[in-house]
């Protein structure tokens, strides 16, 4: 079965400019999140998605962070505006159930200057 | 909020020596994963426990989950340069669903 498409790959901006990211999940997979991995950490969460809903978004900073993940299907994440320290891979998953393993994206490498 | 930690941070083996790496939340997980994540990529499932006291293998990998399901290990038995990678747990609360990462340990395999 076909992985995680994420885009783009690599993107680099300067501060204070938007930027978009895009993810299509696993056919069939209902549950899709955005993880935020800074160099050297563990994956945050940012955002859960339940179809079309959001199940978690309480560490999405609201100020400058906004998805959505119409029809169902793909999402999109965005910036607006960039700070420094949002230099990170944003990763995308997806899963079959709430509880079972993950699918991970090949990420989006995030470089704020 | 729960916390999910890791030690050690760093483990460097010689080729053939033993690994292993453990695992301690902050609150009982309804089930805890471990996901594997290659230098440059991204991070890969491994597997899920579930019950209290569990024990799963995969080939030289077991990994184990603790009796009050707040801890857990990875154990690999003589490790190959193939096994380098950064190992993570991540931890589900009985409470929620949402999947908190530790911040994983970074395993070197020098042959």
């Known amino acids: 079965e076909a992985g995680v498409a994420q885009s783009p790959r690599y993107k680099i901006i300067e501060k204070r400019q938007s930027v978009a990211f895009w993810c299509n999940p696993i056919s069939g997979h209902a549950t899709l999140y955005w993880y935020q991995q800074i160099l050297g950490q563990g994956p945050k969460l940012l955002i859960q998605?339940?179809?079309?809903?959001?199940?978690?978004d309480s560490q999405l900073p609201k100020d400058r962070f906004s998805a959505e993940r119409l029809k169902g299907v793909d999402s999109t994440l965005k910036i607006q505006p960039a700070k420094l320290e949002d230099s990170a891979v944003y990763l995308c998953?997806?899963?079959?159930?709430?509880?079972?393993?993950?699918?991970f994206g090949s990420g989006t490498r995030l470089t704020v200057v | 909020g729960q916390q999910v930690m890791q030690i050690p941070q760093y483990q460097h083996v010689q080729e053939g020596e033993d690994f292993t790496t453990y695992c301690n939340s902050s609150?009982?997980?309804?089930?805890i994963q471990w996901y594997k994540q290659r230098p440059g990529g991204h991070p890969v499932f491994l597997i899920q426990l579930v019950k209290s006291g569990e024990v799963k293998k995969q080939k030289r990998l077991t990994f184990q989950f603790g009796e009050a399901k707040k801890n857990s290990s990875l154990h690999i038995t003589a490790t190959q340069t193939t096994d380098v990678g950064t190992y993570f747990c991540a931890g589900q609360e009985t409470s929620g669903s949402r999947l908190t990462f530790g911040e994983g340990t970074q395993l070197t395999v020098n042959p």
């Open positions: 609150t009982t997980l309804s089930n």
């Open positions: 998605f339940q179809n079309n809903g959001v199940v978690d």
């Open positions: 998953a997806s899963s079959l159930a709430l509880f079972g393993g993950y699918t």
